[in-house]
């Protein structure tokens, strides 16, 4: 029975490549000069320390600006509120989503069943598994899911005919 998954992944290695870009712009740029900016990632957190709000700002427009060139899907990215930290500077944590919640997975399946295409659906931990007798019903579900617009980057990955 033919059948593929829905997941939400990000290459963290992808992600530590676009940072080190980040880090080089920083460092070269003039209105960052004699500035203690910083960002690093721990795990699936990135802090960013910057020293005021317009710098904070022009981090998170970089931040964004690589993930898109090293073609990673900004929308992964989950902005906490900035908080003032030590010496009148702001820190900003950024959580990396890895995988679909559980309510956003019950959200794609009680469309699919509301669509009526031919397909069954399973939440297997932070994935979905599609499964149906033919490929267009899959393609179709496909469609109907892309036609949801979650705020989630999501691939569709393990097509098995």
Known sequence: MPSFDIVSNTDLAEVDNA???VLREIATRFDFKGSACTIERQETVIVILADDATKLRQIQELVKGYFV???LDPRCLD?????SAA????RQKVTIQQGIEREIAAKIVRVLKDSKIKV???IQGDELRISGKKRDDLQAAIAAVRAMNIDLPLQYINFRD
Do not use: F, N
Request: hydrophobic share 20%; no cysteine.
């Open 120 to 122: 069954q659906s399973a």
């Open 19 to 21: 940072l080190q870009g």
């Open 87 to 90: 010496g009148g500077k702001l």
């Open 79 to 83: 902005w906490q509120t900035e908080e």
């Open 69 to 71: 060139r090293r073609k």
